[in-house]
Antibody, heavy 121, light 110 residues
């Protein structure tokens, strides 16, 4: 069973960079058809997709965050990374690491437990 | 603002049937299957319905899903107090190459 575990600072100052890592428990990072990405949820609000890294190396980002966001994968370390630059209080959220796939138009999501990151001075 | 549209809240009394709607567009619901997730505070969303109307193992059949065109709905029959939670629809979006979600619907059992 795949386990995803987020880690990183729980508090980031405004205008700085939010950096998170996700540890992947199995060997599916280089398997065809899987995307690795991040979804966030501000306190009391809904879910927002941030971006995906496809196993082939291509990345896809939410257009609203594209200029501030980098998602990368290190398959040798079995890690997915997120960098969100120039953060503000609006970036305070629970950040979920996810593995995604789309088979025959069916979405499949495996979630990490999530990690709260607060942006505050 | 979420790409898929859900009502912010619904309510019902024990034993009743409630429905939650989810409206999207051609690039998402129109061309892809819809999942429904249940979320209680402090936990990750849990899959409730997959592929428009399929039950993952362990999900009671009181929960049912349907899809027509660019809209989907979740029905919960025989409402129980433990059904109180937030419910989200989700699907793939071909133009984004990623998932999109509804804004979530808070179910209150009166």
């Amino acid at each position: 069973q795949l386990l995803l575990q987020e880690s990183g600072p729980g508090l980031v100052k405004p205008s700085e960079t939010l950096s998170l890592r996700c540890s992947v428990s199995d060997d599916s990072m280089t398997t065809s058809g899987y995307y690795w990405g991040w979804i966030r949820q501000p306190p009391g609000k809904g879910l927002e997709w941030l971006g995906n890294f496809y196993y082939s190396g291509r990345t896809y980002y939410n257009p609203s965050l594209k200029n501030r966001l980098t998602i990368s994968v290190d398959s040798s370390k079995k890690e997915v990374s997120l960098e969100l630059r120039s953060v503000t209080a609006a970036d305070t959220s629970v950040y979920y690491c996810v593995r995604l796939s789309r088979d025959y138009s069916i979405l499949s999501l495996t979630w990490g437990q999530g990690m709260l990151v607060t942006v505050s001075s | 603002q979420s790409i898929l549209t859900q009502p912010p809240s619904v309510s019902g009394t024990p034993g009743q049937r409630v429905t939650i709607s989810c409206s999207g567009g051609r690039s998402n619901i129109g061309d892809n299957a819809v999942n429904w997730y249940r979320q209680v505070p402090g936990t990750a969303p849990q899959l409730l319905i997959s592929n428009n109307n399929q039950w993952p193992s362990g999900v009671p059949h009181r929960f049912s899903g349907s899809k027509s065109g660019t809209s989907a709905s979740l029905a919960i029959s025989d409402l129980q107090s433990e059904d109180e939670a937030d419910y989200y629809c989700a699907t793939w979006d071909d133009s984004l190459t990623g998932p999109v979600f509804g804004g979530g619907t808070k179910l209150t059992v009166l």
